[in-house]
């Protein structure tokens, strides 16, 4: 891809109709972050900020028909993966993407929601593990689905968090370039550390905790803003590191101005459009 084109980024990913998290959070993240974005609907959720009410999975043959039109036409860049329900729904991702074989596949192992619903079937853990981890660039796990995905209990300390991204890049080829970012915000403290590991440096990317309740989505943002930062990194020096961090700045600030809107009673989304609107405030000031 030359320097000059937009990437193509697709989520495939749940709805959730309060567009905090999910395939609509990941559009805005896209789209605020430089991206054209696409998106298949891997499940429909009836949510907001508060609980999952219920969730519906289209069936397989339709989401495969989803992915097959989409990548017959659209050259695809980069690709975001989130919640995905259930193994069958996992199997499919992974055959087709077995098929098209897209680089930069982004994978936000979603299990439970912030609200504390669960997002992902249990029998999904091995076809997750066996079937599309191997086709990943990246997997972006927070502390619990890092346990899970080990087989273990959640890291607890920094020190764990070593070894459980160490562990966790096991579960990636060894033969070829990639990556875990394993998210700490399940720790307890004000300060927030991921770690960035490719099987050779460990990245310590240390944060302060914004205190506010709308988290709503922020995995799913951070994913998200990897996966359309990535391909517009390539040309640089370390533009994994680089897609990272401007991915983690922009979720901070997401964030921090997370106050400007008022949406929901429970924990609600951040701001993904927070430096163009601040724009458009200077703007209409100024007129
Ligand atoms: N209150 C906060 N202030 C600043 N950064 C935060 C805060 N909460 C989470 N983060 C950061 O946001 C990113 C996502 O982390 P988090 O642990 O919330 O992921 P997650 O549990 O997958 O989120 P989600 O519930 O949306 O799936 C991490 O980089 C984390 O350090
Ligand atoms: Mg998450």
Redesign the pocket.
Known sequence: MSTTTIPNVVSIAGVDPSGG?GLLADLKTFSALGAYGCGVVAALTAQNTCAVTGVHTPPTEFLQRQIDTLFADVSIHAVKLGMLGDAAVVRTVAERLAHFSPPDVICDP?MVA?SGDTLLAKSAIAMLREALLPQCFMITP?LPEAGVLLGERAPESIKEMYRGAERLRELLPTSSERWVLL????LPGNE?M?LLFDGDRMLELP?R??E?KN??????T?SSAIAALLPQSRTGLRPVEAAVRTA?AY??RA?ADSGALAVGHGHGPVHHFHALWAQRGARTHTQ
């Open positions: 998290a979603v912030k927070n998210k700490g915000g399940h927030l991921d944060a905790r914004v506010t988290t709503h989505g922020t995995g799913c951070l983690r979720l901070q964030i």
